[in-house]
C-alpha cells in the first residue's frame, strides 16, 4: 500500500525534476542574435563614443550579430559596425549583456500575449534615481520640453542657477488652460512669473467647462534640503478678470459653453478664473522606474487643487522606448475631479529627431457638460528631448 502511495509521487518528481533540467538548458543556450534593452545607459553612451557617435543616445537602439564567428557586427540606430572596432572589455559587456531580445525566437500567434510578459525586467522595473533627480538644488534641470502640461524645461545656466520654462500648470492635460510660466532658479529658490496664452485653450470648442483660465502673477517655491523629495511655494494672481476677459472665456464663439447650467438655472459646471493667492506644495519621490532617465511618484496641492500622479521620461519596455503621465485631480474649489494622462512614443521619427522627439495621444477623463463621465479633451502632445541626458 505504501508503494502504490510512494510511487505517483517518485513519478511526479522525476517529471519535475527533468523538466527543470531542459528549463535550465534552455535558460543556458545562447542567444547570438539579439537587440539590447536600453537600461545601462553608461554602456549605451560608451559603445556610441568609441563609435564615434556624436551626441551619443543613452536610448538607441542598438542590434548584436554574433551568428557568424568571423563577421561578427553590432548596428547603432540602422548604422552597422563590426564588433572588433570596439576595445575587448566593451566587447566583453556586450556579449554578456544581461537584458537581451531575442531577435531569433519563434513567432506564432500566441507570442502576441506571451512576448510582452517574456520582456518584462521584474528587477529592473525601481532603481535608484540619478544624482540630478534627487538634487534639491539641481532637480529642475530638465533637457525635456513638453507644449501641453508636465514638468518645466530646466536650463542650466550656472550649475545650480538656471531657468525654467512651462507650458501649461506641472498637471495640466491637452487644451486645459492658458497658463505659461517662465521662472529664475538658485540654490533651490524658484521665482518666476506667469501669464496667459490663449492659442492652446483656443483650439477646442467644446466641453471647455473644466478650463483653468489665468491673466498674470508671480509665484515663487522653495525645495527643501535632503532630497528632491518636497517643494512649497506661494502663486500670487493680483489681475482680476475685467468684463471684456470674462465675456472672452465664457460667451465668446470658442468658449460660448463653457458656463453650463442646471434645470433650474443655477451654475452646473464653470471654468476655473484664477485670482488671489495660493500655497501650493508637491510631496515627490524621485525614481527610475523601468529604465526611465528621468520620473516620479507624487502627491500635491496647487491653486487649492489636490493631485496624485506618475510622470516618467524615456521608459523602456520591450525594446520600445516612451514617456508616460498620469494624473488625477480629486478635489477642487470650482471644477469636477479628472484623470489626465499622457502616452508619447520614441523613435518615431527619423535622423536627429529619432531619439530627441516624441509624439502621441494627450487626453482628459472628466465630466462632461452631461454630466456624465467621458473625455472632455483630446490632442496629440509632443514633447522635444534638448541637450545630453541627465
Same mark, same amino acid.
Given at each position: 500500500?505504501?508503494?502504490?502511495?510512494?510511487?505517483?509521487?517518485?513519478?511526479?518528481?522525476?517529471?519535475?525534476?527533468?523538466?527543470?533540467?531542459?528549463?535550465?538548458? *534552455?535558460?543556458? *543556450?545562447?542567444?547570438?542574435?539579439?537587440?539590447?534593452?536600453?537600461?545601462?545607459?553608461?554602456?549605451?553612451?560608451?559603445?556610441?563614443?568609441?563609435?564615434?557617435?556624436?551626441?551619443?543616445?543613452?536610448?538607441?537602439?542598438?542590434?548584436?550579430?554574433?551568428?557568424?564567428?568571423?563577421?561578427?557586427?553590432?548596428?547603432?540606430?540602422?548604422?552597422?559596425?563590426?564588433?572588433?572596432?570596439?576595445?575587448?572589455?566593451?566587447?566583453?559587456?556586450?556579449?554578456?549583456?544581461?537584458?537581451?531580445?531575442?531577435?531569433?525566437?519563434?513567432?506564432?500567434?500566441?507570442?502576441?500575449?506571451?512576448?510582452?510578459?517574456?520582456?518584462?525586467?521584474?528587477?529592473?522595473?525601481? &532603481?535608484?534615481?540619478?544624482?540630478?533627480?534627487?538634487?534639491?538644488?539641481?532637480?529642475?534641470?530638465?533637457?525635456?520640453?513638453?507644449?501641453?502640461?508636465?514638468?518645466?524645461?530646466?536650463?542650466?545656466?550656472?550649475?545650480?542657477?538656471?531657468?525654467?520654462?512651462?507650458?501649461?500648470?506641472?498637471?495640466?492635460?491637452?487644451?486645459?488652460?492658458?497658463?505659461?510660466?517662465?521662472?529664475?532658479?538658485?540654490?533651490?529658490?524658484?521665482?518666476?512669473?506667469?501669464?496667459?496664452?490663449?492659442?492652446?485653450?483656443?483650439?477646442?470648442?467644446?466641453?471647455?467647462?473644466?478650463?483653468?483660465? =489665468?491673466? &498674470?502673477?508671480?509665484?515663487?517655491?522653495?525645495?527643501?534640503?535632503?532630497?528632491?523629495?518636497?517643494?512649497?511655494?506661494?502663486?500670487?494672481?493680483?489681475? *482680476?478678470?475685467?468684463?471684456?476677459?470674462?465675456?472672452?472665456?465664457?460667451?465668446?464663439?470658442?468658449?460660448?459653453?463653457?458656463? =453650463?447650467?442646471?434645470?433650474?438655472?443655477?451654475?452646473?459646471?464653470?471654468?476655473?478664473?484664477?485670482?488671489?493667492?495660493?500655497?501650493?506644495? *508637491?510631496?515627490?519621490?524621485?525614481?527610475?522606474?523601468?529604465?526611465?532617465?528621468?520620473?516620479?511618484?507624487?502627491?500635491?496641492?496647487?491653486?487649492?487643487?489636490?493631485?496624485?500622479?506618475?510622470?516618467?521620461?524615456?521608459?523602456?519596455?520591450?525594446?520600445?522606448?516612451?514617456?508616460?503621465?498620469?494624473?488625477?485631480?480629486?478635489?477642487?474649489?470650482?471644477?469636477?475631479?479628472?484623470?489626465?494622462?499622457?502616452?508619447?512614443?520614441?523613435?518615431?521619427?527619423?535622423?536627429?529627431?529619432?531619439?530627441?522627439?516624441?509624439?502621441?495621444?494627450?487626453?482628459?477623463?472628466?465630466?462632461?457638460?452631461?454630466?456624465?463621465?467621458?473625455?472632455?479633451?483630446?490632442?496629440?502632445?509632443?514633447?522635444?528631448?534638448?541637450?545630453?541626458?541627465?
Amino acid at each position: 500500500m505504501k508503494i502504490k502511495k510512494i510511487a505517483p509521487l517518485l513519478f511526479f518528481t522525476l517529471i519535475l525534476f527533468n523538466s527543470n533540467i531542459i528549463f535550465a538548458q *534552455e535558460e543556458t *543556450e545562447p542567444v547570438l542574435y539579439y537587440q539590447m534593452e536600453p537600461l545601462d545607459d553608461s554602456l549605451f553612451i560608451k559603445i556610441q563614443e568609441e563609435l564615434f557617435i556624436d551626441p551619443p543616445d543613452p536610448k538607441a537602439e542598438i542590434v548584436v550579430d554574433l551568428r557568424n564567428a568571423t563577421d561578427q557586427t553590432i548596428s547603432v540606430k540602422g548604422s552597422l559596425y563590426p564588433l572588433l572596432a570596439l576595445k575587448p572589455e566593451i566587447r566583453a559587456k556586450i556579449t554578456t549583456y544581461p537584458f537581451k531580445l531575442n531577435l531569433e525566437e519563434t513567432i506564432n500567434y500566441g507570442s502576441l500575449f506571451t512576448r510582452v510578459i517574456d520582456k518584462l525586467r521584474f528587477n529592473n522595473i525601481l &532603481n535608484p534615481p540619478t544624482v540630478f533627480q534627487i538634487s534639491p538644488t539641481l532637480g529642475y534641470i530638465n533637457p525635456y520640453i513638453q507644449i501641453m502640461g508636465g514638468e518645466r524645461f530646466g536650463i542650466p545656466l550656472k550649475k545650480d542657477i538656471g531657468i525654467s520654462i512651462g507650458f501649461g500648470t506641472p498637471y495640466s492635460g491637452a487644451l486645459e488652460t492658458n497658463y505659461a510660466e517662465v521662472s529664475f532658479h538658485i540654490l533651490g529658490v524658484k521665482a518666476g512669473i506667469f501669464t496667459s496664452v490663449d492659442a492652446m485653450t483656443e483650439l477646442k470648442s467644446s466641453n471647455n467647462h473644466n478650463n483653468l483660465f =489665468v491673466t &498674470n502673477g508671480l509665484q515663487m517655491s522653495y525645495t527643501i534640503p535632503f532630497g528632491n523629495f518636497f517643494e512649497i511655494g506661494y502663486l500670487s494672481a493680483p489681475d *482680476e478678470f475685467n468684463k471684456s476677459l470674462i465675456d472672452r472665456y465664457t460667451k465668446n464663439t470658442v468658449n460660448k459653453d463653457n458656463i =453650463v447650467l442646471n434645470p433650474d438655472s443655477t451654475i452646473k459646471f464653470q471654468p476655473y478664473l484664477l485670482t488671489g493667492g495660493y500655497l501650493n506644495w *508637491e510631496l515627490r519621490y524621485p525614481v527610475k522606474f523601468m529604465g526611465a532617465l528621468r520620473s516620479k511618484f507624487y502627491v500635491a496641492d496647487f491653486i487649492d487643487e489636490m493631485h496624485a500622479g506618475f510622470m516618467g521620461r524615456e521608459m523602456t519596455l520591450g525594446g520600445s522606448v516612451f514617456d508616460l503621465r498620469m494624473d488625477y485631480m480629486f478635489n477642487s474649489p470650482v471644477r469636477p475631479n479628472q484623470f489626465v494622462i499622457d502616452i508619447s512614443v520614441q523613435k518615431i521619427f527619423d535622423y536627429w529627431a529619432y531619439s530627441t522627439i516624441s509624439i502621441g495621444p494627450s487626453a482628459i477623463v472628466g465630466k462632461l457638460a452631461s454630466g456624465s463621465i467621458g473625455l472632455t479633451s483630446i490632442f496629440m502632445n509632443l514633447r522635444v528631448k534638448i541637450g545630453s541626458s541627465l
